[in-house]
Structures are given as structure tokens and as C-alpha cells.
């Protein structure tokens, strides 16, 4: 069963408008939340997180927000840019055990128009 | 990804033979992870480590085997590779859950 769940596959957006992504998650034991950037042909890349104890977190034109509870997160880029196209995955881990690993979710494919 | 390199980036093989993928590191980071990236499901962690000898299954670790006999090496060994493993391979490194993951550039597999 899926743990973190990215319901978009895709979003279309105009240059220097809000992109907004989102993400939900099920398992309570998360406490941290990252947002990753993918181009074709690299290695994801690390963007923003944020943990449990707060609810924003922002980074130049990049901001997330967490819902804890509904369970829900979203990654918010103003104004968006055309090289902000890209996969977006969410991920989340918890304090479960040593070294513990990230989930990711499927991925939005993000394409901003100019 | 500077700091962290996979090796090789393209292969094809044929089913039924062994494959080995090899992730080096820099940068004395204690964790590393492999993940497979697929169309539709995503990054799935496939097997990681926290330590010298120490590693554990992630959710699709059935036909992964791996070791890591020092820090800076992390291989991912397919024992008899099958058209189910084509995929591209990410692996990653971590020197605390706090700072995320830097991953390497992938390593695209084909199997024939």
C-alpha cells in the first residue's frame, strides 16, 4: 500500500503563475517531508523539507506547507519559471529505525509554458 | 552529482546473468541506498546501508543482493537478471536523515 501518495501525475502551468503539487501521506509515524527535482537523464535533486514541527517552510520562490492532520503537504513555486520543468517527487521518512530511508511517491511531471 | 558516481551508466545484458552495479562515494557519508526508478511507480527503495557490513531490504529487494565492504563502495548485484529488472538505478548517500539525500546520475539496465 502506498505510504506517500503524489494523486497529480502532471500539471500544466503558465510561466509567472503558482505552481502548486501535492502530497499525502498515511503513515503517522512520518515526521520529515522533503521535496526532490528530477530532469530527464539526472539523479533527483534535493529542493526543500521540512519537518513535523513546523508547518512552512520556505526557500526563495519555493515554500511548503504541512498539514499534519490531514496528512498533507504541498510544494508551492511563485512564479514559476520554464526550467522549473521537471518531476517533482515528495518523499518522507520516519524515526522507525537507524539509517531509516525515504519513501517517494510517484512523481508530478511539472511543465511551465512561457 | 559531484561526490558520488555510478557505475556503469548504460548496460544491456541477457536474462539469466549475473549484473553488478557499483556506487562510489567521496564524501565519507555514512548512508547509502539503492532505488529503482520506473515509469508509474516512481523511486523504490530496493536496499540500503548504514554502515560498514550493515544493510538492510527495502520494498522490492527480492532478486538485489548487496555489500558494502567499505564506506565509499555500495554495490547492487542482480544474480540472474530478469526483463522485470530493466529499470534505471539511482543510488544515493546521506550523512544524516537531516540533510537529505545527494543522488548519483543513475545507471540505465536493459534486460534482453
Known amino acids: 500500500d502506498q505510504q506517500v501518495k503524489q494523486n497529480s501525475p502532471s500539471l500544466s502551468v503558465q510561466e509567472g503563475r503558482i505552481s502548486i503539487l501535492n502530497c499525502d501521506y498515511t503513515?503517522?509515524?512520518?515526521?520529515?517531508f522533503l521535496w526532490y527535482k528530477k530532469y530527464p537523464a539526472e539523479g533527483p535533486t534535493f529542493l526543500i523539507s521540512?519537518?513535523?514541527?513546523?508547518d512552512k517552510n520556505e526557500d526563495g520562490r519555493f515554500t511548503v506547507f504541512l498539514n499534519k492532520s490531514a496528512k498533507h503537504l504541498s510544494l508551492h513555486i511563485v512564479p514559476s519559471q520554464p526550467g522549473d520543468s521537471a518531476v517533482y517527487f515528495c518523499a518522507a521518512s520516519g524515526r522507525v529505525q537507524a539509517g531509516t530511508a525515504l519513501i517517494f511517491g510517484k512523481g508530478t511531471t511539472l511543465s511551465v509554458s512561457s | 552529482d559531484a561526490g558520488i558516481t555510478q557505475s556503469p551508466r548504460h548496460k544491456v545484458t541477457e536474462t539469466g546473468t549475473p549484473v553488478t552495479l557499483r556506487c562510489h562515494q567521496t564524501?565519507?557519508?555514512?548512508?547509502m541506498y539503492w532505488y529503482r526508478q520506473d515509469p508509474g511507480h516512481g523511486l523504490r527503495l530496493i536496499h540500503y546501508?548504514?554502515?560498514?557490513?550493515?544493510?538492510d531490504k527495502g520494498e522490492v529487494s527480492d532478486g538485489y543482493s548487496v555489500s558494502r565492504s567499505k564506506t565509499e563502495d555500495f554495490l547492487l548485484t542482480l544474480e540472474s537478471a530478469t526483463s522485470s529488472q530493466t529499470s534505471v538505478y539511482f543510488c544515493?548517500?546521506?550523512?544524516?536523515?537531516?540533510?537529505?539525500?545527494?543522488f548519483g546520475s543513475g545507471t540505465r539496465l536493459t534486460v534482453v
Open positions: 503513515n503517522s509515524m512520518f515526521d520529515y
Open positions: 521540512i519537518s513535523s514541527i513546523k
Open positions: 546501508s548504514y554502515g560498514v557490513k550493515d544493510t
Open positions: 544515493a548517500i546521506s550523512e544524516s536523515r537531516d540533510y537529505g539525500y545527494t
Open positions: 564524501e565519507n557519508h555514512r548512508y
